[in-house]
């Protein structure tokens, strides 16, 4: 990161309209996506392919959703002034839009036996998971959960007759216990989720959020330490301006809308949440959209699921491995959200 680049120089940038040329420049916006994905899962039904970065081009054809593709490559859109211009280039010769494929990976895992009695965090490593309401792939099925998405583990299951390896997961939401393909998780150990920059003093640390660009930004006193397109509320639930702390978090959080019967939603697994107000609204990962730099979201501030997890581990208060969810008043770091400038 190009240390001349400055909270001061940030400011001006944003204020004047070129704060994307800055982020294009410096290369810094792609920190935590620095290469092309090798597979994505699509997000939507009916999702194009087409024979050129367009939606005008012609289309190969269509993908339902959760089919999972092979990415050879990136391409910028007919538009390269769009708010998100990427397309990604498959093995089947064709482009298809960023914003509605996740960047997944399939990483099987080693089983782990011995669970603590407080419980463990587990990642979700495959494109997706089924749960189940056993420990048995016969089972009923459970809700689906998806690459990047976190869970409380609270046990392991062996099912001798099929000679098959479970976590049990405790949905807190739900208030009931669910089974997923041990070799489906990774364990996440104390290393990677200790704080960051623990060197820094906590009053130097502070969290920008501009709505006019769309980018979170994570100052260490002058100097940016992270900058991320994101996705705030859009009109009707706009993410909240002024200035705030964080002070609540959950590695991992079913989000839910009260009325599902209404259309809303409902969000098993929601990873790295680091809440800043008494409403809930917080920064976190986002596995349903990959559509960064347009307000879209309920209210919160959508990230890409690294970034989040940075901003989880680099905010207070500090979460203890062992804690699924720590509730802290009065010890956290400084977020200001600016509204939008037009």
Known sequence: MNPTFSRRDFLKAS????????????RIERAFAATTPKQGRILINGLGLFDAPSSSARELKIFMRDEVINIVGEATGDDPKAYNPTWYRTSEAGYIYSGWVQPVDTVYNKPVFEIPASGTLGEVTVPYSDSRLSASGFDKRGYRTYYGTTYWITGTAINRYEKSIWYQIYDEYLQESLYL????LHLLSPEELAPLSQDVPDELKHIYVDISTQTVTAFEDERPRLVSRTATGRKRTTTPTGTFRTFHKGSTVHMAANNLAAGSYDLPGVPWVSFFTRTGVSFHGTYWHNDYGKPRSAGCVNLPIQVAKFIFRWTKPIVPPDTRYLYQPGDGTRVEVVPSTS
């Open 15 to 26: 204020a004047a309209g070129l704060l994307g040329l800055f982020l294009t420049e410096l």
């Open 181 to 184: 393909a041990a070799q489906d």
